[in-house]
């Protein structure tokens, strides 16, 4: 369906009127610094951080929409209660009975960001202008009948909000999977004393550097260029690692971290770990060192570019039950990494889908169309 259908069926056609959001509320900021906030606070305080803090004192008791006046420039929340404000926070507050408050959020996160892009002088919107924000156009369907303009308004919010509650829920069965893979993780992984054997990493396995390349070495191709971090550096048109593959990447800020491919790639800037298959599986060991991600990061040396050494990882120990447990636990959690990280198949993919098929109807349902002397 096409934006205008989509919105004519909507507007049935009555008249759309642009006003300012100085029009349609109060608009004003908090007085406090952000250090005022306090770990076992009763209130929020909205400060320009994405998180909300606490207080344990309250300015305002009201519905109200807050928006970041500097640091996250233009993010905007929606809080029905008591609350507090940092000083670069605008606290929107007093709306027209006539406009929705929950529309207005919407039309605030659809729009103002790149609103607010279009009238910066400097590379990087730093702080929002008082009279820009007090000007920005907000539209108003059906002006002249007020009962008719908010049950539009409140069609908008219900088809939007149906949205942002699927992902919200997906995005919290996400979480709750997480912690049951790492439950399951550090259960599975985890062996009492003379259980099973243990061995170092170079006793059952050898390391093998990557080949040092740069962009402009590469010829066009398909084949992930990894290095040192979580995704490919570039694409290339030739392999020097087969198969599985397990990869810990050498320098630089994610110095440690440990990733598996089971495809051809070319290393570079980090180092293969090839086991020994008659004593340990390769995904076993990817498994092993993933459940020890945090403290592997810790190995890092170095102030200025951080590294971690092949010797450090030759004597790390690691469990070596049978063949056939390796494969039982590697199943399982195999099950659990593709549900809770893989972006084609598990529930990260589905958020991807659910996010962009909201912010799609977000663009027909705010298609309004504009005089001349209306700019967004």
């Known amino acids: 369906m096409s934006s205008v259908n989509f919105l004519e069926k909507l507007l049935d056609g009555v008249e759309v009127e642009w006003k300012t959001l100085g029009q349609t509320c109060k608009i004003e900021t908090g007085k406090l610094n952000a250090n005022a906030a306090v770990d076992d606070g009763e209130y929020m305080f909205f400060t320009t ?43 929107l507050t007093n709306f027209d009975e006539n406009v929705s408050v929950r529309f207005l959020y919407f039309v605030l996160s659809h729009s103002l ?116 971090g979580p995704i490919p550096t570039y694409f290339h048109s030739e392999s020097n690692r087969q198969g599985e593959t397990i990869v810990i990447a050498r320098s630089g800020a994610y110095a440690g971290y440990v990733s598996f491919w089971n495809q051809p790639i070319f290393l570079t800037d980090a ?50 039950p049978p063949i056939t447990e390796q494969d039982r636990i590697v199943s399982i959690l195999d099950k659990f990494d593709t549900l809770t990280n893989s972006i084609t198949e598990g529930l990260p993919r589905e958020i991807e889908l659910r996010q962009k098929q909201y912010e799609y109807y977000r663009d027909l349902l705010f298609s309004f169309p504009k005089p001349e002397t209306v700019s967004n």
């Not at 300015?59 to 404000?85: C, M, P, Q, S």
């Not at 092993?288 to 971690?308: C, D, F, R, S, T």
């Open 113 to 228: 960001k790149k609103y607010l892009e279009e009238r910066t002088n400097s590379a990087a919107m730093t702080y929002i202008v008082l009279s820009t924000l007090e000007n920005f156009p907000i539209p108003i369907p059906c002006p002249g009948n007020p009962q008719k303009s908010l049950a539009i308004q409140s069609e908008i919010v219900r088809i939007l909000d149906k949205f942002t509650a699927v992902t919200a829920e997906l995005t919290a069965e996400l979480d709750m999977r997480k912690k049951q893979y790492n439950y399951y993780r550090d259960q599975l992984l985890s062996f009492k004393e003379g259980e099973v054997e243990w061995k170092t990493l170079g006793e059952v396995a050898q390391f093998k550097r990557g080949t040092a390349i740069t962009q402009k070495q590469t010829t066009p191709g398909e084949i992930p260029v990894v290095a040192n």
């Open 271 to 320: 180092f293969s770990v090839h086991s020994d298959l008659k004593i340990v599986k390769p995904k076993f060991i990817y498994h092993v060192l993933q459940n020890k991600q945090e403290h592997i990061h810790a190995m890092k040396k170095g102030a200025g570019v951080p590294h971690v050494r092949v010797k450090e990882f030759e004597t790390y120990d690691i469990p070596i």
């Open 49 to 91: 951080a994405k998180e909300t803090s606490k207080i344990d004192k309250f300015r305002w008791d009201t519905e109200a929409l807050l928006i970041a006046g500097n640091a996250n420039v233009g993010e905007v929340k929606h809080y029905i209660g008591k609350f507090e404000a940092y000083q670069r926070t605008y606290v």
